[in-house]
């Protein structure tokens, strides 16, 4: 049942954190690979062996654990800026309008445009992949705002620039070392060792924080990637993999209605793709009521009531659970110490088990960060050592719109678009294009880009979105 998604909670100093890491390392035992974000730096001491600190010890004893052994787990680094762990990349195409409207915080107008420059990449058989792609395509519609407004509605300058701002925004805070090839393989998210037991794989995201759109948009992408990509599973004995969404209310700040649609659409279909997704959040009612809804296995850590509304936030979250007569779990969230917690997982009928008052076992890897000397050892050993480490910058819509226009001939005036069919095949020629090929997954050709072109333009607009973009698999999206 560990794939029906679960809610990990509780205020700050409550003991979230090492409830994760009880969680990973059971996951991990089991043969079941774990993904989860570090967003303190902490995290990374799962792949030591602890055990050492005497309330851990003192915690073993107290709950008599007599079959309690320390010991480390196998782990991964992964890192977007990859600094502190293997690099994680991804191409604008992938990323797709919806989301990345969001990482520019665009309006809906602007998002409109945004919409129209994807669209215009896919008629003419241009790869977005980098950022410099996407500014090229940007200055490609906007010098032939006319031609592409007649076709779908008004481009103006103002929203152009407003696109190219947020991508030097998000180049200013590392976002080229992003959007770039090789592109992650997510089966190198599911891996196991020699002993069987799965790989926990941890995301630094001490850095990554600060910039919390960015970071919550990362995480959703790799969930929607995850969706889209793993076929159906049905019930398997145990989840490919478990997802954990830390600092999950980032997710659903200020999120635009038709993306929250997908994202619930996502939670509830991703569990007959063997994935489990957990939410770890300060309070239950960081997450929308139709996610929460879904989230069967609970573990809620303290709440604080020193506010009216604390007080309503507390009788909520206990009105969650499946009553207890032996427990008022009203008077038990605020008294829970530290590494206590309210539990409440699925049955083997799949149905809420009644709240249980508990304590957090310790765990048996090391509590805290490691060294410097020792990330990079685990790193230069694991799985996917040298795999990502080489950047691959192949032709794409930059490097043609550049070649184009240094051909082209020269005008005083603006720029001229010849109004007879096969503009764009005659201006840059038809054939697919010969790219290098990269360690990690291999990108998509010029030629399926342009097939998935004709594809779209049959359905709806929205159906064109949905297709187009991440998440778009919901209604029948690529397969890779």
Known sequence: ???????????????????????????????????????????????????TSPKILERARQLRLEDYTPGAFPVTFWDVYGAQGHPVRAT????????LARLLQLNEVQAGVLNIIFRAADES??????????????????????????????????????????????????????????????????????????????????????????????LLWMLSELFERLPEAGDLPKPKLVFFFDEAHLLFSDI?????????????????????????????RDIPDNVLGQLGNRVQHALRAYTPRDQKDVQAAADSFRTNPKIDTVKTLMELGVGEALVSFLDEQGQPGMVERAWIVPPRSQVGPITV????????????????????????????????????PQTSGPAVVP????FFETLFGGGGVSA???????????????????VRSIGSTVGRELIRGVLGSILGGRRR
């Open 1 to 51: 049942m560990a794939n029906r998604h679960g809610l990990i909670a509780g205020a700050t100093g409550t003991g979230k954190t090492v409830t994760l890491q009880v969680l990973a390392e059971s996951f991990s035992a089991m043969g079941v690979p774990v993904f989860m974000a570090d967003v303190k730096g902490d995290l990374a001491g799962i792949s030591q062996t602890g055990g």
């Open 92 to 99: 604008i195409s992938e990323m797709g309008p919806l989301m």
């Open 125 to 218: 058989g241009l790869l977005l992949l980098d950022l410099k792609d996407l500014r090229a395509m940007c200055q490609f519609v906007g010098e032939r705002a006319s031609e592409f407004s007649v076709k779908y509605g008004n481009i103006s300058a103002a929203s152009i620039g407003a696109v190219q701002r947020g991508l030097l925004q998000l180049e200013s805070q590392g976002a080229d070392k992003f959007f770039t090839e090789p592109v992650l393989n997510f089966d190198d998210l599911m891996q196991s060792d020699a002993q069987g037991r799965g790989v926990v794989n941890i995301l630094a995201a001490d850095r990554l924080m600060q910039a919390p759109k960015v970071y919550a948009t990362v």
């Open 256 to 284: 635009p209605a038709a993306l929250l649609e997908k994202i619930e659409q996502v939670v509830r279909l991703v569990r007959s793709k063997g994935v489990g997704v957990y939410f770890v959040s300060q309070n239950p």
């Open 373 to 408: 000397e020792q990330r990079k050892s685990l790193m230069s050993s694991s799985l996917v050592a040298g795999v990502y480490d080489e950047v691959v910058d192949r032709e794409s819509a930059y490097e043609r719109l550049t070649a184009a226009h240094a051909t082209a």
């Open 419 to 422: 109004e007879k069919p096969g």
């Open 436 to 454: 290098p090929r990269s360690r990690g997954r291999q990108p998509e050709s010029l030629a399926t880009t342009m097939a998935k072109s004709a």
